[in-house]
Every structure is written in C-alpha cells, then in structure tokens.
C-alpha cells in the first residue's frame, strides 16, 4: 500500500485546475489610497486599460521614483540613494549662472565673418554653419543686433540676420 503525504480529490470538481484561478475584472473597485512604508509614502495609480498598478514613491513630499511591482522598504531606499547620486552630480556638472563667456567675444567674430561672407541667414542655419546648438547662438545674435553690429529682420519666430 502507497502512503501519502496529502490527501487526494475525490470528487471531479476539485480535480478542476482552473477552479482556483481568479478572472480580472476591470469593473471592480481597487484601492488606490495612499500607504506607508517606513518613512516613505506610497501612492498608487491605475495603469489604464491593464491590471497592474504605478506605485509613485514620496519622501518628504517630493517623488522620488516609481515602479510597477509592489516596492519595499529597500526599494524606496534605492530610490533615495538614487535620488541623492543624481542631485549631486548634477550639482558638480552643473555650471555656474551668469557666469561670464569669455568665448563670447570670439564667437562674435566668427558670426560676423560668416555673416559678412554668407549674406543673409537665419538662427539655425547661423547655428549649423558654426557647428553649435540654437540656443548657444540665438542669445549672442540677439546681443549683436542690439548693439548693431549686425543687422535683423523678419518675423519674432524667424528672424534673418546679415553683416552691418
């Protein structure tokens, strides 16, 4: 005689697989109240049209990440660190405000020379001639037409600038 460790069904319903599956119904109401965990705040947010949930992690009422699976308390240390690694470099890399651009002057000179040889040109062709971005280029051309060294025409959204 065989021995088991449990007992076997004996009854067809219980030899049903698919009896203890539950189905997902979109219509039910889920809880999306906001939670602790240790020192964090946990929100949760609905993905629409799915059954998974965006799990926002807040400390001291900033967000400092989010993730779809149920977080930890080593998961929202993580996010912290992660956190903290970020604002610091970002402090380190970032440069200085107002800080003067001595290469100002000489990126007014090669503006001028390309202008005096190209005739008329707008911001972004300026920009693309000179292999530097829009935003680089667009205040030193708006400081060059004010001093009138250079001159501007056209329309706020499109301006074309020519040598003086």
Known sequence: ????????????????????????????????????IGEFVIRRLPLRGTLYTDYYILHEGAVIGHQVSFPSEEDCRMHQRRQANWRGDTAQHAPAPEAPIFGDVVLQGRIAALLGAGGEM??????????????????????MADEHRIYRRGTRHRYTYRAA
């Open 122 to 143: 707008d911001s972004a062709s300026v920009a693309h001639a000179l292999r530097m971005q829009i935003s680089t280029i667009s205040p030193v051309l708006e400081k």
């Open 1 to 36: 005689m065989t021995e088991y460790f449990f007992d076997l069904p004996t009854s067809a319903s219980s030899l049903s697989v698919y009896s203890d599956i539950e189905r997902y119904d979109p219509t039910a109401p889920r809880d999306f109240r906001p939670f602790v």
